[in-house]
């Protein structure tokens, strides 16, 4: 690819990195109830904020475009 072209498939591919992201870390839920709650919640803040992370980058490269053209 070009520039800041990307398909659809490239954004699909985001959403999985931010599965992944949740999955390695629920990978370590073992234990109490309370380290599995725990860890939960940290699996779901580190998929949202790789998501989040990846609109903020979109959202860049588009106002970028706005002002360069």
Known sequence: MEGGDRTETEEINVIDFAMEVGKSILMHAKGDSSRI???GVAAGIAAVAAGVGYGI???GQKLYGYLVD
Request: no cysteine; proline share 0%; net charge positive.
């Open 57 to 59: 980058y979109k959202g």
């Open 37 to 39: 709650v725990a860890v």
